[in-house]
């Protein structure tokens, strides 16, 4: 069994979502895994990690719409604004995506679905740089 850990660092435009799975598989494949089981844990409590549908760029844009909604950005709604008014939104929003996935790894090749993809979704309106940790543990 072998083990290999790093951090994947992925620059963001601002809110939304952000497919990293070409990121994914790049760090992957070097490494030789035929099968084994990739965790990834990003290291922010205003970002979040998901899989989701990345055929139709409407499946982002309604759950970007959603989360507006569940999570408003909306002065004097939070106590909690230290870092402006899409701080504490951005901490309801990753409480809801999470911050962990866990993808096995079959032939080499992540095992998503046919129109699965991995997403950082960032929840603050300025760009940032986010670090995602990546474990893979396999043979």
């Given at each position: 069994?072998?083990?290999?850990?790093?951090?994947?660092?992925?620059?963001?435009?601002?809110?939304?979502?952000?497919?990293?799975?070409?990121?994914?598989?790049?760090?992957?494949?070097?490494?030789?895994?035929?099968?084994?089981?990739?965790?990834?844990?990003?290291?922010?409590?205003?970002?979040?990690?998901?899989?989701?549908?990345?055929?139709?760029?409407?499946?982002?844009?309604?759950?970007?719409?959603?989360?507006?909604?569940?999570?408003?950005?909306?002065?004097?709604?939070?106590?909690?604004?230290?870092?402006?008014?899409?701080?504490?939104?951005?901490?309801l929003r990753t409480a809801l995506t999470g911050l962990q996935l866990a993808i096995p790894v079959k032939d080499g090749?992540?095992?998503?679905?046919?129109?699965?993809?991995?997403?950082?979704?960032?929840?603050?309106?300025?760009?940032?740089?986010?670090e995602i940790a990546v474990h893979l543990i396999g043979e």
């Open positions: 069994m072998r083990q290999f850990v790093d951090i994947v660092r992925i620059p963001t435009p601002g809110r939304g979502l952000v497919e990293i799975t070409p990121e994914v598989v790049d760090w992957l494949r070097p490494h030789g895994v035929r099968t084994g089981l990739l965790t990834l844990f990003c290291r922010h409590t205003s970002a979040g990690l998901l899989i989701q549908e990345n055929a139709s760029r409407e499946v982002r844009f309604d759950l970007e719409a959603f989360f507006d909604r569940l999570a408003p950005e909306e002065a004097g709604r939070y106590r909690h604004a230290d870092e402006g008014g899409d701080d504490m939104p951005a901490h090749r992540l095992a998503l679905g046919t129109w699965q993809g991995i997403y950082l979704f960032e929840h603050r309106r300025t760009p940032r740089a986010r």
